[in-house]
């Protein structure tokens, strides 16, 4: 089985504009969760889509948005985009219930200039 | 609130050597899971053992093993016979039911393996 992939793998863009990121999760499984990481914060939890719903959200400004598509794969979209948002943006994939190991992407390096 | 706590930032350890990884976590919910995720150089987080809080047995992955304190709140990693591909960042992470899929993660350990 094909694993989580994500893209673009590296991305630079400059303040004020928007960035959309892709998952797509491993074959079958229906939650897709995403999570920034930065040296200062270290591992956030940005929100969890569930059946193209989004079951939890981490606290994260509205400029944090996203979605899930009926076949599971999930976009995560930044607009305005700031200098603090630069980190590696990870998703991650499982089954279906939280007793369900969760699966990690490669990750998507964003720098904001 | 759920917090996870690595007091560990950096550890090192020989070839062929035993480590252990600490991790304390805080939480008053009685149904959850802690993992340990590795995540190498090249960024991608990979799962190296889960334990299930009712489980009273630790678990074990090949070389890796955990020391699951429940009332201490404690879950230790331990390395055995370490190699060199073993050289990462180490995430311990907390899950429960009331939050789903979300995790609660530490701020790492970062292990060197002396050759």
């Known amino acids: 089985k094909a694993g989580v992939t994500q893209t673009p793998r590296y991305l630079i863009k400059t303040r004020g504009q928007q960035v959309t990121l892709s998952c797509s999760p491993i074959s079958g499984h229906r939650s897709v969760s995403w999570y920034q990481q930065t040296p200062g914060q270290g591992l956030q939890f940005l929100f969890e889509?569930?059946?193209?719903?989004?079951?939890n959200k981490g606290n994260f400004p509205g400029r944090f948005s996203g979605r899930q598509f009926s076949n599971s794969r999930s976009e995560m979209n930044v607009s305005t985009l700031e200098l603090g948002d630069s980190a590696l943006y990870l998703c991650a994939s499982s089954l279906l219930q939280f007793t369900d190991t969760q699966y990690f992407g490669p990750g998507t390096r964003l720098t904001v200039l | 609130a759920q917090t996870v706590t690595q007091s560990q930032p950096e550890m090192s350890v020989q070839e062929a050597e035993t480590v252990t990884l600490s991790c304390t976590y805080d939480?008053?919910?009685?149904?959850?899971?802690l993992f340990w995720y590795k995540q190498p150089p090249s960024r991608q987080m990979i799962l190296v053992i889960r334990q299930e809080a009712y489980k009273q047995q630790n678990a074990t992955e090949n070389r890796f093993s955990v020391n699951f304190q429940k009332a201490a709140k404690s879950f230790s990693l331990k390395i055995s016979d370490s190699q060199l591909g073993d050289a990462a960042m180490y995430f311990c992470?907390?899950?429960?039911?009331?939050?789903?899929?979300?995790?609660?993660f530490g701020t790492g350990t970062s292990l060197t393996v002396i050759p």
């Open positions: 992470a907390y899950r429960n039911s009331n939050t789903g899929n979300q995790f609660y």
């Open positions: 939480t008053s919910e009685s149904d959850y899971y």
């Open positions: 889509y569930f059946s193209e719903t989004q079951r």
